[in-house]
């Protein structure tokens, strides 16, 4: 063995595309195979570096760096490294990266990386990360994710996502997600998605097992929750739906909205009057055993202004115990607002809890006639106690 001080230089000089300036300190073992140790300079260019390497601009090793390689621009690796890469702009490893790449702008692994990466722009790995990552933009996996990967703008995997993508605007993961992925924009599992996908905006995936929540939420099959605005199923649904507008063409499910529809859902206009409002006009998405209603009423009655009105949400159950005679009972609420009302003691705008008992009989298939009777308590928006409650009978027209 021979150690001493070694110009740390590539034995093909044919193959060298950057000059060495540099000195480094390690045994000359081999004549094809020198280490350096220890490697300080300007550019290095180094058969392979253990120990550490700090160069002001770049540092190369034809094989393999384990420690320390820091340089103010690029480290490069024809292999892989084992320990610390600091730079400011890249860090390049052929195969395997075990530790900590660290630079301003852009990591890129040819296979894997064990451990952590932390980029300002982008960490890149050819096959999987394991471990950590950490984007300023984007965090890129040509096969799979396993574990954290946080970004400003977007993570995506080829393949798998097996932990948590955690993202500014998108993540997206070829195949499935077992995990959780969570974003301001759009969450998309091109298979199945066996966990959370948590979005400000949309949640996209063909399989569900687990939750969505966004604004908008689709799978084709689901098994679970979703939560949001607009929540779209396809086939085969086996949980909960519950957002203001629930679609999935399998009829099974439970949805808990506003406006709940199937391709079997009826949709009928209702016209009627009563006691609490003189006239009304409604909407009702009746489903298999479940119904909901959108309605306006005007006036409402007992008030002081002749231009109140009500919009109202009614939910419930219905049966039909014989032909074309359905018994039904809801549970709602209307928001009532009156601008003219004068003085305090009755109040511009009130809301009303509402429960019914319906009877109604199909008198031709798109014609149907019926009458409820329940009692409704309007009460002051912000303040306890019950402005008027009071019986409620209904009498009207069921059209479609």
Request: glycine share 14%.
């Amino acid at each position: 063995m021979q150690a001493g001080i070694l110009p740390a230089q590539a034995q093909d000089r044919k193959a060298r595309k950057a000059p060495n300036v540099s000195v480094s300190i390690g045994p000359a073992m081999y004549k094809q195979e020198k280490k350096a140790y220890f490697n300080i300079g300007l550019m290095a260019k180094v058969y392979r570096l253990q120990g550490a390497g700090i160069n002001l601009l770049s540092s190369t090793a034809r094989t393999r760096s384990d420690g320390l390689q820091l340089s103010g621009f690029a480290n490069i690796n024809g292999t892989g490294m084992h320990g610390l890469q600091l730079s400011g702009i890249a860090n390049i490893n052929g195969t395997d990266a075990w530790g900590l790449p660290a630079t301003g702008i852009v990591n890129i692994i040819g296979r894997n990386s064990h451990g952590m990466l932390a980029a300002g722009g982008i960490n890149i790995t050819g096959e999987n990360t394991d471990g950590m990552a950490i984007g300023g933009l984007l965090n890129i996996a040509g096969k799979a994710s396993n574990g954290v990967a946080v970004a400003g703008l977007a993570n995506i995997t080829g393949q798998h996502t097996n932990g948590a993508a955690l993202s500014g605007l998108l993540n997206v993961s070829g195949k499935d997600v077992r995990g959780m992925q969570a974003t301001a924009l759009l969450n998309i599992a091109g298979r199945e998605a066996n966990g959370v996908q948590a979005a400000a905006l949309s949640n996209v995936t063909v399989g569900l097992n687990g939750v969505q929540a966004g604004i908008a939420n689709y799978a084709r099959r689901m098994k679970g929750l979703q939560i949001g605005v607009a929540n779209i199923a396809g086939d085969t649904v086996r949980g909960v739906q519950a957002g203001i507008v629930n679609y999935s063409r399998d009829t099974t499910g439970v949805k808990l909205g506003i406006v709940n529809l199937t391709p079997r859902t009826r949709v009928q206009m209702m016209m009627y009057g009563g006691n609490a409002a003189k006239f009304n006009v409604a909407a009702r998405f009746l489903n298999r055993w479940s119904y909901t209603i959108l309605g306006i009423g005007a006036p409402w009655l007992k008030m002081d202004d002749p231009f109140s009105l009500s919009a109202s949400f009614r939910a419930g159950l219905h049966i039909s115990p014989v032909r074309n005679l359905r018994l039904s009972g809801d549970l709602g609420y209307s928001h009532i607002e009156a601008p003219g009302n004068a003085g305090p003691a009755i109040p511009k705008r009130m809301y009303a809890l509402e429960a019914r008992i319906n009877a109604e009989y199909q008198v031709a298939r798109r014609l149907g006639l019926f009458v409820s009777g329940g009692y409704a308590s309007a009460r002051h928006y912000g303040q306890g106690g019950e402005y008027e409650g009071k019986p409620v009978i209904e009498f009207g027209l069921l059209l479609f």
